[in-house]
C-alpha cells in the first residue's frame, strides 16, 4: 500500500511552525499575519470621505428637569454610612402628590434599632432642579434624584457629602 506524502510546501510550511520561536522567527510571524491585512487596506476603488467637524451645544435645557423627565415616584432602598453603628437602613417613599415618608433603622449588631418614620412634603428646589428637600419638623434632608436612584446631600449646598461613602438610596421598581 502506497501512502501519498504531502505537498513539499504543505512539509516545509509544518516544519516552518513546529520549529522553536526565536525573535527572528516571532518577527516574520507577526509581519506575515499583518501583509494580508495591510494589502487589504490598500486595495483600489477605497473612497474616503471627508465629514465637517461637529458642533456641541453646551447649554442647559431648562425645560427637562428631573421632576418632568425622569419617574421619580417610588420607593428608594438602600444602608447608608453611620459613624457609630454599622449602618442606617433607610427606605425614602416618593409619591406623586409630593408627598413622603423616610423611614430608618440604625443597624448595630445585625439588628435594626430605634426605628424612625417621618413624614410630609417635598418640592423640588428652583435653582438646582434635580434636588428635593423634604419638608418635614426638625428635618432639613436633601436628596439628589437620578435615574433609578436618590442621593443624601449636603442641606445647604446640595454637593456631595462624599466621594469615598456611598449615600445612594436604589429605587425598587
Known sequence: MKIPLPN???YITLLWY???LTKDTMKLSLFLLALPLGLAACQSGTTITLQPPITINNAVDSAHTAENSLDWSGKYLGILPCADCEGIYSQLTLQQ?????LEEHYMKNGLALHPSK????FAFDAK???LIRLAAPN????YFIGEGFAEV???QSGKRLSDKLNY???QVR
Open 118 to 121: 417621618i413624614s410630609g412634603r
Open 97 to 101: 402628590d409630593k408627598t413622603f415618608v
Open 153 to 155: 446631600r449636603d442641606a
Open 8 to 10: 513539499h510546501r504543505v
Open 168 to 170: 445612594r438610596l436604589l
Open 139 to 142: 428635618q432639613n434632608r436633601v
Open 128 to 130: 438646582q432642579p434635580s
Open 18 to 20: 513546529l520549529q522553536p
